[in-house]
């Protein structure tokens, strides 16, 4: 992503952005900060996720609470934009698909709505469907006819999986191909389309400083389709690290989930690895209507792994 880029089109804007301390969130605070000239309120949940936000002139953190859209509007006032990223893939005893995609992004249109922001960037997933037979992704399609049918002017932008300092995508990555000898689910064969957070957050700010009057969709990839175990392969060369994977049947792996998860009250769930393996494919990639050029795979793994050898 090209700081000067950014800078030049997004002066004397003010957004606001929900969940300002999940990994989108943080990486597009570095960049708000470090290449533009936008001031944010950084809404975030609680004190301790406070701490994680930068500190910076142009960064107004604030709590936010999702149970009360009026103050969550007065929290939000003055944005021209709303950016929500708040939202999960992964339950747990306190938080569900309904409660944090769902019930979130309602509170977030009505604010939305009652302070008169002029447009609304919510962030979803690539099989996002509100009548499908997997939870997340009915949650996440759910959210985007609330976002569609609020009357605002919105950009929704499905993703596949993130890449970048700190996404939990990354994470996994480098965890499996640091081993000498791994196991993944279904031994990878999945495809995926892996895309840049950089290039995801250079999207969101044009979708900003856009003028479009009606709710928008688009899906939008990396430029690079591969399965997951050539990935792997490809991140332990990078590392020159010799990894040998092998597989865990997704069937087997989706009955420990269940068992395991209906213990726990949440964490990996026969719906997470559905998620996980399924193939990243879209019909038309929006990159171009997005105005954004694709990072290459091979760059996003080296800044990943850059990141990594300098924390
Ligand atoms: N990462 C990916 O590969 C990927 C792929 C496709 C779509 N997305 C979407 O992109 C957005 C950002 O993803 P991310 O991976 O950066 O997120 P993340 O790091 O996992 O952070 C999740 C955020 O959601 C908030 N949250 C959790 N439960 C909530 C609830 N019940 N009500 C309101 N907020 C809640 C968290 O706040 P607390 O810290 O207070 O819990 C945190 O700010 C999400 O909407 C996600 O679904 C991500």
Excluded: W
């Excluded at 990223?85 to 992004?105: F, H, M, P, Q, R």
């Excluded at 960037?121 to 609020?150: C, H, M, P, T």
């Excluded at 395991?260 to 997470?272: A, E, F």
């Amino acid at each position: 992503m090209d700081g000067t880029a950014i800078r030049k089109i997004t002066l004397r804007m003010k957004i606001a952005i929900t969940g300002a301390n999940s990994s989108v969130g943080l990486n597009l605070l570095k960049h708000i900060v470090s290449a533009t000239d936008i001031n944010v309120i950084a809404g975030v949940r609680s004190d301790r996720a406070m701490q994680s936000l930068p500190s910076s002139p142009q960064v107004d953190p604030r709590i936010i609470s999702y149970q009360d859209p009026a103050k969550l509007a007065a929290a939000l006032e003055g944005a021209d934009c709303i950016v929500h990223l708040a939202g999960i893939l992964i339950e747990d005893k306190n938080t569900s698909y309904t409660s944090a995609n769902v019930d979130a992004t309602e509170a977030v249109v009505k604010a939305a709505q009652q302070l008169g922001a002029k447009h609304m960037v919510f962030i979803s997933v690539i099989g996002a469907n509100k009548d499908s037979s997997n939870a997340y992704f009915r949650s996440k399609g759910l959210a985007e006819e609330l976002v569609r049918n609020s009357g605002l002017a919105a950009s929704i932008i499905r993703t596949p999986i993130l890449l970048g300092p700190n996404t939990a995508g990354a994470s996994a990555m480098i965890g499996a191909a640091t081993q000498p000898k791994t196991k993944i689910l279904g031994g990878g064969k999945y495809s995926m389309c892996p895309l840049d957070i950089d290039d995801l957050n250079q999207a969101i700010l044009n979708c900003c400083n856009g003028d479009s009057s009606d709710a928008k969709l688009y899906e939008l990839v990396g430029p690079e389709p591969i399965s997951y175990r050539d990935l792997i392969q490809k991140v332990a060369s990078m590392m020159n690290n010799n990894v040998e994977i092998g597989s865990v049947p997704i069937v087997i792996a989706k009955l420990v989930a269940a068992i395991s998860s209906r213990i726990k009250g949440g964490g990996i769930t026969p719906t997470v690895i559905d998620v996980i393996t399924m193939d990243e494919v879209v019909a038309n990639n929006a990159d171009g209507e997005l105005k954004i050029t694709l990072t290459p795979l091979q760059k996003t793994l080296e800044k990943i792994l850059e990141h990594k050898k300098n924390k």
